[in-house]
């Protein structure tokens, strides 16, 4: 790819800030070309702030915040439009990652054009186009093929449970869904789960944390 056009690429996210949350989209939304939801993420975010506008977390954040309460003391949502992921959802409360599984739907002439653009070396071509475990479902190299034998199976990743801060960790892959509605039910019902189970000082990571974060996800999936 020419760098003066990788240098055109938007890299601001955009960021819904109040008090009790931060919902942040990743650029996609501001025309990066690797966007896997078509550039909605700044309306995903939107649609996800109302969400929690129109439910009673952000009193339940106000009444459990610690007594010295900084700013970033706040329910954290993140969505990335592709697996690099410019808006570390790894680190939010909630995370959501887009992404595309490439699948062979033609006869390959062994070009080797998606092996020279994958960025993590994904593709086995020994016997026929072949994925490896490397593969992180960015679905970079499906556009290129030149004979346009591949296609993605696109979907949306759910992590639940990051942080920064003192003891830092990576949110959890706990679902996956291929309609966005699914997002809006997931973080409604997370919310919910929340509610029910928050004690004094926690956010939504914390939560998480103490009641397991596969637990949490299964009672999340459960009201959905
Ligand atoms: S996460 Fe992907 S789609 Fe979003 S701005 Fe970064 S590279 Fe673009
Ligand atoms: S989807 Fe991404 S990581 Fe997987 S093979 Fe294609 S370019 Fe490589
Ligand atoms: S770019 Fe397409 S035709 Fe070429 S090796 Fe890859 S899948 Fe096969």
């Known amino acids: 790819m020419d760098i003066s056009?990788?240098?055109?690429?938007?890299?601001?996210?955009?960021e819904i800030e109040e008090t009790e949350y931060l919902v942040t989209?990743?650029?996609?939304?501001?025309?990066?070309?690797?966007?896997?939801?078509?550039?909605t993420e700044a309306e995903m975010g939107q649609k996800i702030?109302?969400?929690?506008?129109?439910?009673?977390?952000?009193?339940?954040?106000?009444?459990?915040?610690?007594?010295?309460?900084?700013?970033?003391?706040?329910?954290?949502?993140?969505?990335?439009?592709?697996?690099?992921a410019c808006s570390r959802p790894h680190v939010a409360d909630i995370g959501i990652i887009a992404r595309a599984r490439p699948v062979l739907e033609g006869q390959c002439n062994g070009?080797?054009?998606?092996?020279?653009?994958?960025?993590?070396?994904?593709?086995?071509?020994?016997?026929?186009?072949?994925?490896?475990?490397?593969?992180?479902?960015?679905?970079?190299?499906?556009t290129p093929?030149?004979?346009n034998v591949l296609d993605g199976e696109k979907y949306l990743e759910v992590l639940v449970g990051g942080k920064l801060g003192r003891h830092p960790h990576l949110g959890k892959s706990i679902a996956k869904f291929e309609?966005?509605?699914?997002?809006?039910?997931?973080?409604?019902a997370a919310i919910e789960v929340y509610e029910e189970h928050a004690k004094q000082s926690e956010?939504?990571?914390?939560?998480?944390?103490?009641?397991?974060?596969?637990?949490f996800g299964k009672k999340v999936l459960e009201k959905m």
Request: proline share 6%; with cysteine; glycine share 6%.
């Open 179 to 188: 309609e966005i509605e699914d997002i809006y039910a997931f973080i409604q």
């Open 203 to 215: 956010r939504v990571s914390h939560v998480a944390s103490r009641l397991g974060i596969d637990n």
């Open 5 to 14: 056009k990788i240098n055109k690429i938007p890299q601001s996210n955009v």
């Open 145 to 147: 093929c030149p004979i």
């Open 49 to 84: 702030a109302s969400i929690i506008e129109n439910s009673e977390i952000t009193e339940k954040i106000a009444e459990l915040m610690p007594p010295i309460r900084l700013k970033h003391h706040k329910l954290k949502i993140s969505i990335a439009g592709c697996p690099n």
């Open 111 to 142: 070009c080797r054009v998606c092996l020279r653009i994958c960025p993590d070396n994904a593709i086995d071509l020994n016997d026929g186009f072949q994925l490896t475990d490397e593969c992180i479902d960015c679905g970079i190299c499906i």
């Open 25 to 39: 989209a990743c650029a996609g939304a501001n025309g990066c070309p690797l966007t896997l939801v078509n550039g």
